[in-house]
């Protein structure tokens, strides 16, 4: 069965600090996979999605990157980050391009001071 | 663009009752799936039903079902028999089968079981 991790779970950075985040999928293979941001009480906002590896689409202008450097590894990254980049972080995974249903990680809880 | 509305921020059942979430949507494509996602405390996002458009049948996963009504562009769900695990923050979300983008999510529905 197919497993999807992130870590950490938790992140307090200062701001104008580096950020790390990593996702990755167990179980499958070529899988789409997806970054989300959700702010307290929010929806969901997705920030990048990746059909394959180095393939990395933004949805939204911002402080973060991604890659894409192993089949089953997406990162989520800032050079330096900003108060507004607090929040809950999800990663997600489809099997293909045609498959509906994405299934979401447990999440990076991160706080900027 | 797509958009998915969820007008109740805030919904509450009593153990055992049934509560329906209400979730209208917008788009012009024909082909598409629509689920909800259910986000308890610990906040990951856990799958509860989905819906393919091309599908007149609703679906229904145990005590989970759904409402799809494709032409006023209306997918509710229905919970019932509530639990006290039940109580989350559910989201309806909306994703074109054409397209490896992202889902389009609802702004959440907070549900309350009393015991």
């Known amino acids: 069965s197919q497993t999807i991790h992130q870590w950490p779970a938790t992140l307090v950075q200062p701001v104008g600090s580096p950020l790390s985040l990593e996702c990755t999928v167990e179980g499958t293979s070529n899988p789409n996979l997806y970054w989300y941001r959700q702010a307290a009480g929010r929806g969901l906002q997705l920030l990048f999605y990746?059909?394959?590896?180095?393939?990395i689409s933004s949805e939204v202008p911002q402080n973060l990157s991604a890659s894409r450097p192993q089949d089953r590894q997406f990162i989520l990254s800032s050079k330096k980050l900003l108060l507004s980049d607090s929040g809950f972080y999800l990663c997600?995974?489809?099997?293909?391009?045609?498959?509906?249903?994405?299934?979401f990680g447990p999440g990076t809880r991160l706080t900027v001071l | 663009a797509q958009t998915v509305t969820q007008s109740q921020p805030e919904m509450s059942v009593q153990e055992a009752e049934t509560v329906t979430l209400s979730c209208t949507y917008d788009t012009s494509e024909s082909d598409y799936y629509l689920f909800w996602y259910k986000q308890p405390p610990s906040r990951q996002m856990i799958l509860v039903i989905r819906?393919?458009?091309?599908?007149?049948q609703n679906a229904t996963e145990n005590r989970f079902s759904v409402n799809f009504q494709k032409a006023a562009k209306s997918f509710s769900l229905k919970i019932s028999d509530s639990q006290l695990g039940d109580a989350a923050m559910y989201f309806c979300?909306?994703?074109?089968?054409?397209?490896?983008?992202?889902?389009?999510f609802g702004s959440g529905t907070q549900l309350t079981v009393l015991p």
């Open positions: 819906q393919e458009a091309y599908k007149q």
């Open positions: 979300a909306y994703r074109y089968s054409g397209s490896a983008r992202q889902l389009t």
């Open positions: 990746s059909v394959g590896i180095g393939q």
């Open positions: 997600a995974w489809t099997k293909t391009f045609s498959t509906d249903t994405q299934y």
